[in-house]
């Protein structure tokens, strides 16, 4: 028998389509208790590992949000030091954002976060929900050659990758392959093995102790270009009450209309004190303000490239470092520094 402990995981569930069962009535999924979706996982009890789970009250994840983030935030934390690695099993439609918010959240992790949850429900003959699951326990369990984790991030793991979380978007609402993360390589591929791509993994420069920070500032919102958007309309959405930070959507490489009223509405919002952080609407590449004069205007404006990031990292990292209490010139100052991995700065 061998003498090293078994590994230790946590799973924590909080619904999403993995756990849900049909409503007899309208045939709709709701979510439903973990009993039942564990029940579904025969095979788990192969796995020689300790697994204890804690359960929230079950959601559609369209119904997680900050408070949510918090309570998994703080769940990881109590139990940081009795567990190697925790399991988050959640809806499809915000695990990106929930992946994003929490990689801010959990300073200096250097364990394995692995989120994950599937397209078909696990009681249904073809669920993805299993195979996520037991694939995500084995990442979760996974070692270095000294000992140390393999993952020390919070990653995706969906179908056949694993993906830096902050990194990741919902590509997909009907493929087993939902996710992907379109501007950083996968963490891992999965085949008929698990192989991690170890340079991409998140390495914490030095070990320091997890450092929690849960407050996360509703003051945000995304406004979103389209061709023929109206001064009125640009001017409402910037001038909405309580909002102190704003991602901008952009065209291609971070453009915008070089009309006077466009940029005059822009630079007064930064002016009245608002930080805007300019992502592209592209699903690929970042901003690149210099290379047109539709982006060079906006970055003369007080605009702030979002570089590669992607909406969800861009929107949460806005939320955590308003909740840390900064001024907007320190927020604006640091949405340019890579926290966690999430932004490619060039
Ligand atoms: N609506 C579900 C959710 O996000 C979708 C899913 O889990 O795939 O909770």
């Known amino acids: 028998m061998s003498d090293t402990p078994k590994p230790r995981l946590l799973i924590i569930y909080t619904g999403g389509t993995i756990g849900m069962i049909e409503n007899p009535d309208t045939h709709a999924l709701q979510p439903f208790d973990f009993s039942h979706l564990i029940d579904n996982v025969p095979k788990i009890k192969m796995l020689d590992y300790d697994i204890d789970n804690i359960q929230f009250n079950p959601i559609d994840s369209s119904d997680m949000g900050p408070a949510g983030w918090a309570e998994i935030a703080e769940a990881i934390a109590d139990n940081y030091d009795r567990y190697d690695g925790f399991v988050v099993l959640h809806g499809t439609?915000?695990?990106a954002y929930t992946a994003s918010a929490l990689s801010f959240m959990l300073g200096n992790l250097h364990k394995?976060?692995?989120?994950?949850?599937?397209q078909l429900p696990i009681g249904e003959v073809r669920t993805d929900g299993e195979e996520n699951l037991i694939t995500a326990l084995q990442i979760a369990a996974a070692t270095t050659f000294d000992g140390s984790p393999m993952v020390q991030e919070v990653a995706i793991l969906f179908e056949n990758y694993l993906w830096r979380g902050n990194r990741s978007t919902k590509m997909s609402a009907d493929n087993f392959n939902a996710f992907k993360s379109n501007n950083y390589p996968q963490l891992a591929k999965i085949g008929l093995g698990i192989h991690f791509a170890e340079e991409a993994l998140w390495r914490p420069k030095e070990k320091q102790p997890l450092s929690v920070s849960t407050?996360?500032?509703h003051g945000v919102m995304f406004v979103d270009l389209h061709p023929?958007?109206?001064?009125?309309?640009l001017r409402h959405q910037l001038n909405t009450p309580g909002i102190k930070g704003i991602v901008l959507r952009t065209y291609g490489a971070?453009?915008?209309?070089?009309?006077?009223?466009?940029?005059?509405?822009?630079?007064?919002?930064?002016?009245?004190?608002m930080v805007i952080v300019n992502v592209?609407?592209?699903?690929?590449?970042?901003?690149?303000?210099?290379r047109y004069v539709a982006g060079d205007k906006l970055a003369n404006a007080g605009v702030i490239s979002g570089h590669d990031m992607t909406s969800e990292a861009a929107i949460t990292k806005l939320m955590y470092l308003f909740g840390l209490g900064l001024t907007s010139s320190a927020v604006a100052t640091r949405i340019n520094t890579a926290l966690c991995g999430e932004v490619t700065l060039s």
């Open 93 to 95: 439609d915000t695990m």
């Open 112 to 118: 394995p976060v692995i989120i994950t949850g599937s």
């Open 215 to 217: 407050k996360m500032d």
């Open 228 to 233: 023929g958007m109206t001064q009125a309309t």
């Open 254 to 273: 971070g453009n915008a209309p070089t009309s006077g009223w466009f940029i005059e509405e822009i630079a007064q919002a930064i002016a009245r004190g």
């Open 280 to 290: 592209t609407q592209c699903v690929n590449g970042g901003v690149h303000h210099r």
